[in-house]
C-alpha cells in the first residue's frame, strides 16, 4: 500500500531532551515536507526536502533540523524540545510535476507531541 | 508575505443542500493551489490541483475552480460522508513554498 508512515504515533518528553520523528514513504516521491497543526493557527510548513540532500526552510523552522540522506526518509529532529513545540506533526511527501513543482502531498497519520 | 483566507469558518448544510466553499489568496508568483480534505485526527487527504486561472478540476460531487484571487470547492448534493474540514493550500515562488488555509469545517447533516 502506498503510504507515508510516521512514528511514533503519540509522544510524550520533557524539555531539553532530544528526539527523532521518523518518517519513511513508499511511493518514490521527490519531495517530502514536516508541518506541524495547531488550533487557529493551522498547518505551518517546518521545513522541506526537493531530493537527496536537498532541503529547505519553511515557514517556522527554528528549534528543527531535517535532513535528507535517502529518498525515502525525511526524520525531523528536535535538539532541545520546548513546550511550544508541542503539537500534532504531520510529515508528507508528493512527486513533481512537469515544471518540478510537488503536484500534490500524501500525509501520514500525524504524531501528537507534548513537551512537559 | 503570502496569505491565505478561507471563508467561512464553518458551515452546516442539509444533505442535498449544495453550496461553495471559498478561497481567497494574496501572493507573489502562484505556482498552483491545492485543495485538501481533513478529517478528525487524520492527515489531510489531497483532493485537487489547480494551477491557471480558468481551471477546474471535478471528483465525484465536488468540483474545484480557480481565479486569480480566488478558487471556489463546489459541493453538489453533499452527504453526511462530507462532513470533514476542507484545507486549501498555495505553492508559491521560485521555491516549493506552500502555505495552508486554516481550513473549513464542513457539517452535513442527514
Known amino acids: 500500500e502506498a503510504q507515508v508512515t510516521q512514528n511514533p504515533r503519540y509522544l510524550i518528553t520533557v524539555t531539553g531532551k532530544k528526539l527523532t520523528v521518523t518518517c519513511s514513504q513508499n511511493?518514490?516521491?521527490?519531495?517530502m515536507s514536516w508541518y506541524r497543526q495547531d488550533p487557529g493557527l493551522g498547518l505551518r510548513q517546518i521545513y522541506y526536502?526537493?531530493?537527496?540532500?536537498?532541503?529547505d526552510k519553511g515557514d517556522v523552522p527554528e528549534g528543527y533540523k531535517v535532513s535528507r540522506k535517502e529518498k525515502r526518509n525525511f526524520p525531523l529532529i528536535l535538539e532541545s524540545p520546548s513546550p511550544n513545540q508541542t503539537s500534532l506533526y504531520f510529515c508528507?511527501?508528493?512527486?513533481?510535476?512537469?515544471?518540478?513543482?510537488?503536484?500534490?502531498?500524501?500525509f501520514g497519520s500525524g504524531t501528537r507531541l507534548t513537551v512537559v | 508575505e503570502d496569505q491565505v483566507t478561507q471563508s467561512p469558518e464553518a458551515l452546516r448544510l442539509q444533505e442535498g443542500e449544495s453550496s461553495s466553499l471559498n478561497c481567497s489568496y494574496t501572493v507573489s508568483g502562484l505556482r498552483g493551489l491545492f485543495w485538501y480534505r481533513q478529517d478528525p485526527g487524520k492527515g489531510p487527504e489531497f483532493l485537487f490541483t489547480l494551477y491557471s486561472a480558468g481551471e477546474e478540476k471535478e471528483k465525484e460531487r465536488l468540483k474545484a475552480t480557480l481565479t486569480k484571487k480566488e478558487s471556489f470547492l463546489h459541493i453538489t448534493a453533499p452527504k453526511p460522508e462530507d462532513s470533514a474540514t476542507y484545507l486549501c493550500a498555495v505553492l508559491t515562488g521560485a521555491n516549493s513554498k506552500l502555505t495552508f488555509g486554516k481550513g473549513i469545517t464542513l457539517s452535513v447533516r442527514p
Open positions: 511511493m518514490n516521491h521527490e519531495y
Open positions: 508528507a511527501s508528493s512527486p513533481r510535476d512537469r515544471l518540478y513543482f510537488p503536484y500534490g502531498y500524501t
Open positions: 526536502s526537493m531530493n537527496v540532500e536537498v532541503t
